[in-house]
């Protein structure tokens, strides 16, 4: 594969980001100080972004096919790269065989064609774990007979100043010495609240959308505090149960609740499969545990729709683990993801809507700044993606500070 092999003509330590996004990852190497001499996305409105808020030259190209960019990779010290992690993600179907998982160690391979001094490949944990890590080991074991040491991080976003439980580890490739005892810059804790707080109407990307008044969507987050989330399959404080929300869900009587809450504990200790959310219950199991009959009962929830029959077997209808989710201001966020601005999964801490793409973007760690384009799907799709900033520039100080001297 041919690269131009020219340096750039800068001071500054450089870098290539490959699989980019709108350059999360990216921001907190040039904050710490890097150039970005090139970055490589497939998709045009990522690339478009990228080119508006960091200002250095950015590829749209398709990363599996080397004629599209074989020419444009200058020589930098650093290659980063943040592939596609869909297929290890414990929010998916983690697929072993998904072929986006071959993007890992695509991007070791394309990061050595590049010859740089250091490498640093971000991932969701998923991905090294179980049937996925073939793939973390084939990129590690490429960088390894190529000279490089590694090793890897775990990264807590929240005790590196981002406002979010998100774990993420990172590869990490170095060239240029032996190095121990590697850690990440800690940083203070950041709250929800900390993190929202002074967005008006005129800061960027900040439009919010109220659900609309008597809607289903309205009634149901009327009833969810902070902290807790719509749930049928766990008993907590924290999950509110559709039949706690009648005026959406329908009228129950305390008896058929009786059952219901029967069916909560009794679907997850009985369970004969060790994957999925539980199993279905016998109405006998459910009479037993109660202490007298529960078919009328029973019978009476499969017409109110808060019971489907499957077989002879009963179970609830409602059997996701968490929606309308709403934060808590005193705590860290949830995972932002893809979908923070829709309400069905994610509530505001104090109004009944879901996040703005500012909102997101200040739970990820983006300063305001960074000024986000396209359709609001696009919008959320890119800050839901992104390394957070501040766990980007945590990596970035490490490699400038002990791997990378200059
Ligand atoms: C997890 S996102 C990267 C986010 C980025 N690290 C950040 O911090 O903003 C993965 C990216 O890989 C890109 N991608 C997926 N397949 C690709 C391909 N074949 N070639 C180039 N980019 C690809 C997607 O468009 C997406 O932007």
Same mark, same amino acid.
């Given at each position: ?40 996305? /497939?998709?045009?409105? $990522?690339?478009?972004?990228? !080119? ?12 599996? *096919?080397? %004629? ?42 394309? $990061? ?11 991932? /969701?944990?998923? /991905? ?35 406002p979010q439980i998100r774990t993420r ?25 900390? $993190? ?60 058929? !609740? ?8 009794? +679907?997850?200790?009985?369970? +004969?499969? *060790?994957?999925? *959310? ?40 409602? %059997?996701?683990?968490g929606k309308y989710r709403r934060l ?14 829709? @309400? +069905? ?12 793409? +500012? ?21 959320? !799709? ?6 957070? @900033? ?17």
């Amino acid at each position: 594969m041919r690269r131009t092999p020219s340096h750039a003509a800068t001071d500054k330590q450089t870098f290539l980001s490959l699989f980019s996004g709108c350059g999360g990852f990216d921001l907190g190497f040039v904050q710490a100080g890097f150039q970005c001499l090139g970055a490589f996305d /497939v998709e045009s409105i $990522a690339i478009d972004n990228h !080119r508006a808020n960091l200002r250095s030259p950015a590829h749209r190209v398709d990363l599996t *096919d080397p %004629t599209q960019f074989e020419t444009r990779l200058p020589r930098a010290d650093i290659v980063i790269a943040g592939p596609p992690c869909q297929g290890f993600s414990r929010a998916g179907k983690r697929d072993p065989n998904d072929p986006r998982n071959s993007l890992l160690p695509l991007a070791a391979e394309i $990061a050595l064609t590049a010859n740089p001094r250091a490498i640093a490949i971000e991932n /969701v944990v998923g /991905v090294i774990s179980g049937k996925h890590s073939k793939h973390w080991e084939r990129m590690e074991s490429l960088l390894r007979l190529r000279g490089y040491k590694t090793t890897k991080l775990i990264c807590n976003a929240e005790q590196l100043g981002v406002p979010q439980i998100r774990t993420r580890v990172v590869l990490l490739a170095w060239n240029t010495g032996s190095e121990n005892s590697l850690a990440l810059p800690t940083a203070p804790r950041v709250t929800v609240g900390d $993190a929202l707080s002074g967005i008006c109407d005129s800061t960027p990307n900040q439009e919010p959308q109220p659900l609309p008044e008597n809607s289903a969507a309205a009634k149901i987050a009327a009833r969810i505090g902070p902290g807790q989330k719509l749930c049928n399959v766990r008993r907590s404080d924290a999950a509110v149960p559709t039949w706690a929300i009648p005026e959406v869900f329908g009228r129950t009587t305390a008896e058929e !609740r009786s059952v219901l809450e029967a069916m909560v504990i009794l +679907r997850r200790r009985n369970r +004969r499969r *060790d994957f999925g *959310d539980a199993d279905p219950v016998s109405a006998r199991t459910v009479s037993n545990f109660l202490g007298r009959s529960a078919s009328v009962l029973l019978a009476s929830l499969v017409l109110k729709d808060y019971v489907r029959k499957i077989g002879l077997l009963y179970d609830l209808t409602h %059997t996701f683990n968490g929606k309308y989710r709403r934060l808590d201001k005193s705590s860290p966020s949830l995972t932002v993801d893809t979908r923070f601005g829709e @309400p +069905r999964y994610f509530l505001h801490p104090e109004m009944d809507r879901g996040f703005t793409v +500012r909102e997101a973007a200040r739970l990820q760690g983006f300063p305001d700044t960074f000024r986000f384009a396209g359709t609001p799907r696009e919008q959320y !799709r890119l800050v839901g993606n992104a390394v957070p @900033p501040p766990m980007a520039l945590a990596i970035a100080k490490l490699f400038r500070d002990r791997l990378l001297p200059s």
